[in-house]
Nanobody, 115 residues
Framework: QVQLVESGGGLVQPGGFLRLSCAAS????????MGWYRQAPGKQRELVAQ???????NYADSVKGRFTISRDNAKNTVYLQMNSLKPEDTAVYYC?????????WSQGTQVTVSS
C-alpha cells in the first residue's frame, strides 16, 4: 500500500515558484521528522529541507532563504514552498522520514526549471 504520495511538480521558468505536497500515512507522519529530498540526473540524492515533529526546520545551504518546509498535522501532509527557482533546482523531489526509511521511497515529483 502507498504510504507517501508527492505532488505539485512541473515546468517553471527561472525565478518562478512551486509548492510541493506530500501526503503521508498517519503511522509515519505523527511520530517522525519529515524531509524533502531531491535527485538530479547523474547526482546523488540529497536532503534539502527537514522539519521535526515540533516544527523545527533545517535547510541545505543551496536552498536556504528560498525554500520553506511546513507540516499540517491534521492533514498528515508536509509541504515545500519553492521560490526564486534556479535551473540547478531541476530534479525529482521526494519526501521521506528523517532519517530515511528505504521502503518508503516512492515515485517523487519532477521539478524542471528552464527558460
Amino acid at each position: 500500500q502507498v504510504q507517501l504520495v508527492e505532488s505539485g511538480g512541473g515546468l517553471v521558468q527561472p525565478g518562478g515558484f512551486l509548492r510541493l505536497s506530500c501526503a503521508a500515512s498517519r503511522s509515519i507522519f505523527r511520530f517522525y521528522d519529515m524531509g524533502w529530498y531531491r535527485q538530479a540526473p547523474g547526482k546523488q540524492r540529497e536532503l534539502v529541507a527537514q522539519i521535526t515533529t515540533r516544527t523545527t526546520t533545517n535547510y541545505a545551504d543551496s536552498v536556504k532563504g528560498r525554500f520553506t518546509i511546513s507540516r499540517d498535522n491534521a492533514k498528515n501532509t508536509v509541504y515545500l514552498q519553492m521560490n526564486s527557482l534556479k535551473p540547478e533546482d531541476t530534479a525529482v523531489y521526494y519526501c521521506n522520514k528523517v532519517p530515511v526509511s528505504n521502503p518508503l521511497w516512492s515515485q517523487g515529483t519532477q521539478v524542471t526549471v528552464s527558460s
